[in-house]
């Protein structure tokens, strides 16, 4: 039985890196995977999973109104797929994640899903939420903070270079998020 799968971490922690990888592995041995990001990452529409040591891979770009277990069906009819990938997974809706839940139940493909757990104030996305409730396998992928512990937060600094304390969830500059551990995170939001 095919399985919904959550790898989780924080910024830079290798994520993509892994997720092309694993596609790789499949696709040198002929057999197809159906690869998916966030349209919030794309640049003009163009379906691209890259990863910060230069290797990439085309992706469709799914949003919000996108039904995924609908696109699966209708690829997997066209053309059997082995394994489904999702980069940017806590940009996926709740019910986005269990329409990737009847992909693994319902067509037994397996669903690879990578994703941040939660956002510059320590909460929650609502796709990697679902997911953590969900999911049939759970797995932390590790990167480090500046001290050298493990890192499990995000930190979005402003422009002043300030830790942000508030604004919307999503921004999509990268360049200004920081993995830090939780001791470091709170030190940096002024919660102590």
Same mark, same amino acid.
């Given at each position: 039985m095919a399985k919904l799968y959550?790898?989780? !971490?924080?910024?830079n922690a290798g994520k993509s890196t892994i &997720?092309?990888? $694993?596609?790789?592995?499949?696709?040198? /041995?002929?057999?197809?995977?159906?690869?998916?990001?966030?349209?919030?990452?794309?640049?003009?529409?163009e379906g691209r999973i890259s990863s910060r040591i230069g290797v990439s891979a085309e992706a469709e770009l799914f949003s919000d109104s996108d039904d995924?277990?609908?696109?699966?069906?209708?690829?997997h009819e066209n053309a059997?797929? !082995?394994?489904?990938?999702?980069?940017?997974?806590?940009? &996926?809706?709740? $019910?986005?994640v269990?329409?990737?839940? /009847?992909v693994a139940d319902r067509l037994n493909i397996p669903v690879l899903c990578y994703?941040?757990?939660t956002d510059f104030r320590g909460a929650?996305?609502?796709?990697?939420?679902?997911?953590?409730?969900i999911a049939d396998s759970l797995r932390e992928v590790?990167?480090?903070?500046?001290?050298?512990?493990?890192?499990?937060?995000?930190?979005?600094?402003?422009?002043?270079?300030?830790?942000?304390?508030?604004?919307?969830?999503?921004?999509i500059e990268k360049s200004v998020y920081v993995s830090l551990c939780r001791k470091h995170w709170e030190d940096e939001m002024g919660r102590v």
């Open positions: 959550f790898s989780y !971490a924080a910024m &997720l092309l990888q $694993a596609s790789y592995n499949y696709r040198e /041995r002929g057999m197809r995977t159906l690869l998916f990001t966030s349209s919030l990452y794309a640049d003009v529409d995924l277990f609908q696109w699966v069906a209708l690829e059997k797929i !082995a394994c489904v990938f999702v980069d940017e997974a806590q940009f &996926l809706t709740p $019910a986005q269990w329409q990737l839940a /009847r994703g941040l757990r929650l996305f609502p796709g990697a939420a679902e997911l953590l409730a590790r990167t480090i903070c500046h001290c050298g512990a493990k890192a499990t937060m995000v930190l979005r600094r402003d422009p002043s270079g300030a830790a942000a304390t508030s604004g919307e969830q999503v921004a």
